[in-house]
């Protein structure tokens, strides 16, 4: 039992801390800058990891890599608790599981954001988040939209978004955790 509670202490911890370096990089990506109460939380909330890890990786085509690489050690301090609780490892797996989780994290995050940019859409598109939210998701949106008209004025492009992102979770699955065994 107080394996359970570490490990879920572990994942909770991690996996905020993930959130936010990935939330870092996409905002790098998107070239959107986010609220200023919002980016100070970020950067307080990140910078011990970050700023080290620049002076080894600086922003190479203007993409903060430092962010990317501190998820990733992030999530490899994380599948690492996971496994050793579970009762050991191999680097194989370890490495394996990490990416897993890694895409996991990416792929959530993703559709995290879509729910919230439909939830805006629904009941205040002028909310003062709904801009960064829309922006965040353009990227993903845009070739969407493109396919997919516009039914009686309602977008559908979100369904096809979440679908589309769903069966890249099953294909990362599908790919890696035969790898991390």
Known sequence: ???????????????????????????????????????????????????????LLPGVGGYDWASFVGAFLVVLVAVAVDLFLAGGFTPQALFALSLLRLAQWVLYGLMGLLIIEVIFSWVNPHAPLAPLVRALNEPVMRP??????????????????????????????????????
């Open 144 to 181: 969407l939209r493109r396919v997919v008209p516009l039914m009686g004025g309602i977008d559908l492009s979100p369904i096809l978004a979440f679908l589309l992102l769903r069966i890249a979770l099953y294909l990362a699955s599908a790919i890696l955790l035969p790898l991390a065994f």
């Open 1 to 55: 039992m107080l394996y359970s509670i570490l490990g879920l202490i572990v994942d909770t911890v991690t996996g905020i801390l993930g959130a936010i370096l990935l939330l870092r990089f996409w905002m790098q990506v998107v070239r959107v800058r986010p609220p200023m109460a919002f980016a100070q939380f970020m950067f307080q909330a990140t910078d011990w990891l970050v700023k080290p890890l620049r002076r």
